[in-house]
């Protein structure tokens, strides 16, 4: 297909866009690092959330326009978890952890993001055989690959920052690992 031939410059140039988005302010202080990471959270549920309105729309009608979104923002979801991360490395190898009301409201916007992704994906699980007649399943497989690796890396910097909620995030990060187990295995 020719869109698989476009899809590298189609990504770039919709990365490019998104990274504008989520640059976060500097990190001079904890407020700016607790903004940014939230902020960031923020950032990515919104646009997993976006994109399960999109999944929900897939028809026959609308295939060869929203196929290839899917990749796309899954693609820059990855690269959003990603940034997220070194900004969390970039605070160095023993961060300054956040106090426990951070913390908790860390907690809570990480729930957010879980909750939204497990029915991102429980939708995703829905319209793989659709997907997949489509020549979609591959491209959409390997992004939430990508998704799962970023969101380790992810995790194990994030549980520094956050010490006091660590069991409440790791419960959290253990419950989105499981959904993506299941929407990795549905598109192998």
Do not use: W
Request: charged share 10%; aromatic share 6%.
């Amino acid at each position: 297909m020719k869109f698989f031939s476009l899809l590298p410059a189609v990504c770039l140039a919709a990365l490019s866009g998104l990274s504008g988005a989520l640059a976060a302010p500097t990190t001079n202080g904890t407020e700016d690092a607790t903004v940014a990471v939230i902020t960031q959270i923020q950032a990515i549920t919104t646009t997993s959330g976006n994109l399960n309105t999109l999944c929900s729309t897939l028809s026959f009608a609308n295939i060869v326009t929203v196929g290839p979104q899917i990749g796309i923002t899954l693609q820059s979801i990855v690269t959003s978890v990603i940034t997220a991360t070194t900004q969390i490395v970039q605070m160095g190898p023993r961060p300054t952890p956040y106090p426990d009301a951070v913390a908790i409201q860390i907690v809570s916007v990480l729930t957010n993001f879980v909750k939204v992704h497990q029915l991102l994906l429980s939708t995703l699980i829905g319209k793989e055989g659709f997907l997949a007649q489509f020549a979609f399943a591959t491209p959409i497989r390997l992004a939430l690959v990508g998704i799962e690796k970023a969101v380790d890396a992810f995790a194990m910097g994030l549980i520094k920052l956050i010490p006091t909620q660590s069991a409440a995030a790791g419960t959290q990060i253990t419950m989105l690992k499981g959904s993506l187990t299941v929407a990795i295995a549905k598109y192998n």
